[in-house]
């Protein structure tokens, strides 16, 4: 067992710290984007504040908060810079997999003996992993997208499994988790549109040998936890026996409400302090449109955040269900959350670009402007949660409704 840091904090505690630290995190914005990952102030204080131990095992030092409370702090942390939410998240969630599907010597070692676990993680498998022979096996690639990993302690990635002959082709997917002395950071997250200071940079394991116990024939979109997993039982918690897809869509939809809340306080701000032309004494918050725009926008990001919340405790009833025996979490629950966290996120989405952004003006569009970083930012998340996604989900849905096949249509293209 490793001691928790601060045994007595709630989760409404490292809720309000997230809102505190706003102020703080608007103010460093651009030098979060010069940098391309957030400060070290901000890791620091990150750091005492419990962020990234909020769905760790408390076995491990963690504080096994719920999804709503991670949520919740993603979204407080996007509102006052998306970015800095995006890395936090992407880094502080795939604890949460490990815990879930790793034997109990394994996460021994990879949570040592202090609990230091922050990984960044992507999906996409890249090259094989060759067995040496000796109890390791060999890495070799390159994984690109790897946001937070400035900070990270640890990689979550995917790779395939090496054919037992050389005519044979690669085998099924593999889970790996390789400590950062395994890997090397490349200097690459530049020249982007948005998340410019998410530290989404790629990494390198160059001939790296790994335990072959740090690795497991999983699926990170498909983890096998149908009835209870490794970690449910290990942790006496069901959260680690939830479906991950469904999972990373709401981390998404959380970065994408906080961001239209975010674009919602500038706005306030832009309308209260711009003059009108005719009626330099008055301002554009005395006009009645502007005042519309405003509230519409800020009923459709609520309304977006009501579903976000809802649906996390869904995802933790799904969770319990599924080991306590009363219903597996299928991955037709898995899509269903899933689709309705990729909802919120386009109601975010639209209020943000749709209202928010269009009328606030040409001059908030410019390099510079905290709404134009807004639009730019939440436009990069959108190309993540909408377009790749939204179809094929709604397909599975309504095909899962009528008792059609689905899993032969693929989420990712």
Same mark, same amino acid.
Request: charged residues 25%.
């Given at each position: 067992?490793?001691a /928790?840091?601060?045994p007595?904090?709630?989760? !409404?505690?490292?809720?309000?710290?997230?809102?505190?630290?706003?102020?703080? *995190?608007l103010e460093?914005?651009?030098?979060?984007?010069?940098l391309?990952?957030y400060?070290?102030?901000?890791?620091?204080?990150f750091l005492r504040?419990?962020?990234?131990?909020m769905?760790?095992?408390?076995?491990?030092?963690?504080?096994?908060f719920?999804?709503?409370?991670?949520?919740?702090?993603?979204?407080?942390v996007?509102?006052?810079c998306?970015?800095?939410g @995006?890395?936090?998240? *992407?880094?502080?969630?795939? /604890?949460?997999?490990?815990?879930s599907?790793?034997?109990?010597?394994?996460?021994?070692?990879?949570?040592? %003996?202090?609990?230091?676990? !922050?990984?960044?993680?992507?999906?996409t498998?890249?090259?094989?992993?060759?067995?040496?022979?000796?109890?390791h096996?060999v890495?070799? &690639?390159? @994984?690109?997208?790897?946001?937070?990993s400035?900070?990270?302690?640890?990689?979550?990635?995917?790779?395939?499994?090496a054919?037992?002959?050389p005519?044979?082709?690669p085998?099924?997917l593999?889970?790996? /988790?390789?400590?950062?002395?395994?890997?090397?950071?490349?200097?690459?997250w530049?020249?982007?549109?948005g998340?410019?200071?998410? &530290?989404?940079?790629?990494?390198r394991?160059?001939?790296?040998?790994?335990?072959?116990?740090?690795t497991?024939e999983?699926?990170l979109?498909?983890?096998?936890?149908?009835?209870?997993?490794?970690?449910?039982?290990?942790?006496?918690?069901?959260?680690?026996?939830? =479906?991950a897809?469904?999972f990373?869509?709401?981390e998404?939809?959380?970065?994408?409400? &906080?961001?239209a809340?975010?674009?919602?306080?500038?706005?306030? +701000?832009?309308i209260?302090e !711009?003059?009108?032309v005719? %009626?330099p004494? !008055?301002?554009?918050? %005395?006009?009645?449109d502007?005042? =519309?725009?405003l509230?519409?926008a800020?009923?459709?990001?609520r309304?977006?955040?009501?579903?976000?919340?809802?649906?996390a405790?869904? @995802?933790?009833?799904?969770?319990c269900?599924?080991v306590?025996?009363?219903a597996p979490?299928?991955?037709?629950?898995?899509n269903r *959350?899933?689709?309705?966290f990729?909802?919120?996120?386009r109601?975010?989405?639209?209020?943000?670009?749709?209202?928010?952004? +269009?009328?606030?003006?040409?001059?908030?569009?410019?390099?510079?402007?905290?709404?134009?970083r807004?639009?730019?930012?939440?436009?990069?998340? @959108?190309?993540?949660?909408g377009p790749?996604?939204a179809?094929?989900?709604?397909?599975?849905v309504g +095909?899962d409704?009528?008792?059609?096949?689905?899993?032969?249509?693929?989420l990712?293209?």
């Open positions: 067992m490793i /928790v840091p601060e007595e904090l709630t989760e !409404r505690e490292v809720i309000e710290r997230a809102v505190a630290m706003r102020p703080a *995190l460093r914005q651009p030098e979060t984007e010069r391309t990952i400060p070290k102030d901000t890791h620091e204080e504040a419990g962020f990234y131990r769905l760790q095992p408390r076995r491990y030092g963690g504080y096994s719920g999804l709503p409370t991670f949520y919740r702090v993603v979204t407080e996007a509102r006052g998306p970015s800095t @995006w890395a936090l998240s *992407l880094t502080a969630a795939h /604890v949460l997999q490990v815990a599907v790793f034997e109990e010597k394994t996460q021994d070692e990879l949570f040592g %003996d202090e609990g230091d676990f !922050r990984a960044a993680s992507t999906a498998p890249v090259g094989v992993a060759r067995p040496d022979g000796d109890g096996v890495l070799d &690639g390159t @994984w690109s997208y790897s946001s937070g400035p900070y990270s302690t640890h990689y979550v990635g995917q790779t395939l499994r054919p037992e002959k005519e044979d082709p085998g099924p593999m889970l790996f /988790v390789a400590p950062r002395s395994a890997w090397t950071l490349l200097d690459d530049q020249g982007v549109l998340l410019r200071g998410s &530290g989404s940079h790629s990494i394991l160059d001939e790296a040998r790994i335990p072959a116990h740090f497991r999983a699926s979109l498909d983890l096998p936890v149908e009835g209870g997993s490794v970690g449910s039982k290990l942790h006496g918690h069901p959260m680690y026996a939830g =479906r897809a469904s990373f869509h709401g998404l939809a959380a970065l994408m409400i &906080g961001t809340y975010a674009a919602a306080d500038e706005y306030a +701000r832009i209260a !711009r003059p009108l005719l %009626d004494g !008055r301002t554009r918050a %005395d006009l009645h502007y005042q =519309r725009h509230g519409e800020l009923a459709a990001i309304t977006a955040d009501a579903a976000l919340r809802a649906t405790d869904d @995802w933790m009833a799904a969770c269900d599924n306590s025996g009363r979490f299928t991955t037709a629950v898995d *959350l899933a689709l309705v990729v909802t919120a996120g109601l975010a989405w639209d209020a943000l670009q749709g209202i928010l952004f +269009r009328t606030a003006g040409s001059r908030h569009a410019r390099d510079g402007a905290r709404m134009q807004y639009f730019r930012d939440a436009a990069t998340i @959108w190309s993540h949660l790749t996604m179809e094929p989900l709604a397909r599975r +095909r409704r009528l008792g059609l096949p689905s899993d032969d249509i693929p990712i293209s």
